[in-house]
């Protein structure tokens, strides 16, 4: 056949891209050959969610994210569509949340269903039981809500203990500002100028004394010296004088004039003493004949005087 070369290449074409289609959506998790249904919802803030991010109910995996578009002139101006198995049924009250999908903050949808319980929706609104028993139409829009993740939420508590700390640390560096300011105000006064003024004083005072100690060395030390190497000959010369005297001969007279005294205080003495002795002896005897004869000293007469 004249074109049978190029059909098999067409056939082998065709089969390549289907296959490339089909492992491409089998990759994204596009089940091609499944049915689904569509359903849609806005968000005013993405916080990061992409195409063919997953689609839960209650952890299970249930569909994906489609598409995401956006119009500026709405306040929610995301529109994400979302498909889901075809046999899955959305009761009336289901809300379409946006959550963080692990902790490294990867975005996903959650479909929170009402509580058949008591007939409340995800965001509080009571539901009838009519609404409850009639699914959501395909294609419909769904109520939306953001559920912070726990990185979120920890980085919300710890910007606030950041914040605080800041407004701590500016509050000090403001302290610390006016410290600064009162210090160089006092730098910058009067006082410390004056004090200054004084040292300068003082320093030109200790100058000119020492000017003053510097003139009188120069001047005085050396007359000063000549006069103490002065004195000090003249004694020594003194000295050598006293040690070329006769100091023998002269305690020798000394010596002769002592002697002299002593013989003549013991000339002098032994008369004396000798006339001492008798004067004692003498009164020792007028002494003892009294107390023997006193009458022989002392007459008393009651009737005068009796003539011998």
Known sequence: MKYAREIKV????????????????FLKGVNIFSPTNSFHGTFAHLHGLEEQAAVYIRGHKVGQVDAIHYDYTRDSAFTVDISIKKDISLP?????????DGILGGKAIELILPLSQNGVDAEGNTVSSEELSEPIAKGAFLPTTYIPGLMESLQGELMAHVDEAIRDVDRTVNNVDSLVT???GQVEGNHLKHTLANVDRVSGDLTSVSGDLKAMMNNQLPRIVNNAD?????????VADVKEADLKATVARVDTAVDNINAVVAEVKSPMLKHIDKAIVS??????DLKAHPKRYVHFSIFGK???
């Not at 009164?283 to 003892?288: F, R």
Request: include cysteine; aromatic fraction near 10%; hydrophobic fraction near 50%.
């Open 10 to 25: 067409g056939i082998l074409a065709t089969i390549c891209i289907f296959l490339l289609f089909f492992g491409f959506n």
């Open 283 to 288: 009164a020792d005897s007028l002494l003892t």
């Open 92 to 100: 009336q009250g289901t809300t379409m949340a946006l959550y963080a």
């Open 230 to 238: 002065t004195a000090i000959a003249n004694l020594n010369t003194i």
């Open 182 to 184: 009162g210090l160089r």
């Open 306 to 308: 009796k003539d011998k």
